[in-house]
């Protein structure tokens, strides 16, 4: 089984309800657009007839529970307010394996709304091909193809030494992790209490699809210029 594990807090230091307020014709915002989305997802896996899926949102916000009740294939876990805190996602990452049945556990926000249905499903067919034995997880990333020095001036994406200024496509390969998606199986939460292995796979996100919208001027951005 693959779970698929939303958190949404209630709670946003930068932009006030940003998982809730209304974004154009979708009343609930982003948190609408990624049930449409996970609801596409869900009929694709199940055409397939893939292993059985199940889709649990963990929640402390009242208006996100009203508004997901209506769903029955969504499992709501009442967030605490302990595990709703600002620094609570290790606590949180070890809870998960006790919140989900899967022993495929695919986490993902609401505040990637580009990650849509056709990206989860090529997210998860390139994670069930990778072998086993070179990587134990995978998660979405944006490459950093340009220069890159860290906070003391000393160049990470190549050495200075051979090459002062390379060719950008001789530039080391370096990913951020853009938080669309992560996915590993229980087995390694349980052994790293984490969302991620010791071996994970950095799965190129196409286009706008690992955008995250954690600034104000991320969502004017997005209802400007990517929303449909």
Known sequence: MISFFIPIRKNSKRIKNKSIRKIGKYKFGLTEIKINQLKKIKEILDKKKKDNVEFIVSTDSKKVKSYLKQFSWIRIHNRSKRLAKDDCLDELINEVPKICA????????????????????????????????????????????????????????????????????????????????????????????DRLGKKPLPIKASGFSGFDIDEAEHMEFFKKKLMK
Not at 127 to 138: E, Q
Not at 166 to 184: E, G
């Open 102 to 193: 899967g022993d495929i556990i695919l986490w993902t926000h609401v505040t990637s709304p580009c990650f849509n249905e056709i990206s989860y499903e090529k997210f998860i067919s390139k994670y069930l091909k990778i072998k086993k034995n070179k990587y134990d997880s995978a998660f979405s990333a944006n490459l950093i193809n340009t220069f890159v020095m860290n906070s003391k001036f000393h160049w990470v994406s190549h050495n200075v030494r051979k090459k002062k200024w390379p060719r950008t496509q001789d530039l080391k390969k370096l990913y951020s992790v853009n938080s669309a998606a992560f996915i590993a199986s229980r087995n390694v939460y349980l052994k790293y209490k």
